[in-house]
């Protein structure tokens, strides 16, 4: 009888276990994503750079704005080293976003509306949990560009 019971205890546990976390964990997983972008965005309006990188996984990359900003996070940190010294660090406040997340627990992606001194930005990325703490692996920061004025925008950085 013992076994009958671990046999179906087994059985109404495999399947949550093997597709995806339950409500209340996705729950949790998005609250834990909105604090990391958050304190993310935070650190860098304070110049705080060691807390902001802090956040980003070893083997990041950060996607500016411009078509040559592809950068590891140690070029990231070259390039931010100076801004955040002279605490001009960018002050990103989300307007919204969306985390999105598959079977796998320990990965997560997002979009988000920023308001910028550069105007409406998007960003996006992907987060990964590396031993029970989230950091953020690839992140791109895009500027928006309403569709009624592509083709503006267009003949203005055609290069």
Sequence with gaps: MKKLWMGLAFLLWMPFHIYGQSKQERKEIKKEIN?????????????????????????AVFVGTDSSEVWSKKEFMKYAKEPFKNKKGWKFIPLSRNIYMGKNPDYVWFDELLDTQMGKCRGSGVAVNENGEWLIMHYVLSL??????LKMVKRIISY
Excluded: C, Q, R
């Design 35 to 59: 604090i990391l972008l958050d304190n993310w965005h935070k650190f860098a309006a304070n110049s705080d750079f060691d807390n902001y990188f802090s956040l980003m996984g070893k083997e």
């Design 144 to 149: 928006t560009v309403p569709n009624d004025k």
